[in-house]
């Protein structure tokens, strides 16, 4: 099973801040690497898969980036609405899918 | 607008069953692998289980094969999740969600389901 660890675990940015939030797997997960973020009681929403692209309806400042082992989820100018928790998830060595334990985006 | 709804969570005895239910609307439901994940604080996301198009493979979670079983009903845009000798570790809420080109792409809200007694 792939493992995924997240850093850091809570990161406290001001709106118009860039924020930058990474993801570790414990083995290659190639190009299969997505990010998800989540508001107090809501799903989680799909905002970047295969590394990369963007979701549908997924605003230009959320950009990921990395390869093998080591990926980044970057908002450029971070709004209020973009305070909330990120998850990375691995698809491709499954089952399992697994996602990271999140990083809390919150105001400093 | 593309939406899943889950149902039948509740409050459920050790060793009871329960089955959750996903209803899929504005999309071909028939043309997506549907899964099951759940949230727990301790656990965090995980995922239970997978179906494909037509219902011919299933995959399971470790810690629930030989216990949960997934089913789906094309006809009735319906994905089912029966749960059988529930733990308390099964505690959490239950998302269903897609997935083909971009994974899970789309979530329902979720169901609670808490096993105490």
């Known amino acids: 099973e792939i493992v995924l660890t997240q850093s850091p675990v809570t990161l406290s940015v001001s709106p118009g801040d860039r924020a930058t939030l990474s993801c570790r797997a414990s083995?290659?997960?190639?190009?299969?690497l997505a990010w998800y973020q989540q508001k107090p009681g809501q799903p989680p929403r799909l905002l970047i898969y295969?590394?990369?692209t963007r979701a549908i309806g997924v605003p230009a400042r959320f950009s990921g980036s990395g390869s093998g082992t080591e990926f980044t989820l970057t908002i450029s100018s971070l709004q209020s609405e973009d305070f909330a928790v990120y998850y990375c998830?691995?698809?491709?060595?499954?089952?399992?899918?697994?996602f990271g334990p999140g990083t809390k985006v919150d105001l400093k | 607008e593309e939406s899943l709804v889950e149902s039948g969570g509740d409050l459920v005895q050790p060793g009871g069953s329960l089955r959750l239910s996903c209803a899929a609307s504005?999309?071909?439901?028939?043309?997506?692998?549907m899964h099951w994940v759940r949230q727990s604080p301790e656990k965090g996301l995980e995922w239970v289980s997978r179906?494909?198009?037509?219902?011919?493979?299933?995959t399971y979670a470790d810690s629930v094969k030989g216990r949960f079983a997934i089913s789906r009903d094309n006809a009735k845009n319906t994905l089912y999740l029966q749960m059988s000798s529930l733990r308390a570790d099964d505690t959490a809420v239950y998302y269903c969600?897609?997935?083909?080109?971009?994974?899970?792409?789309?979530w329902g809200q979720g169901t609670k389901v808490t096993v105490s007694s």
């Open positions: 969600t897609r997935d083909r080109s971009a994974p899970f792409d789309l």
């Open positions: 504005g999309f071909t439901f028939s043309g997506f692998w």
């Open positions: 179906i494909n198009y037509n219902g011919s493979v299933t």
């Open positions: 083995q290659n997960v190639r190009s299969s």
């Open positions: 295969g590394i990369i």
């Open positions: 998830l691995q698809y491709n060595n499954m089952p399992p899918w697994t």
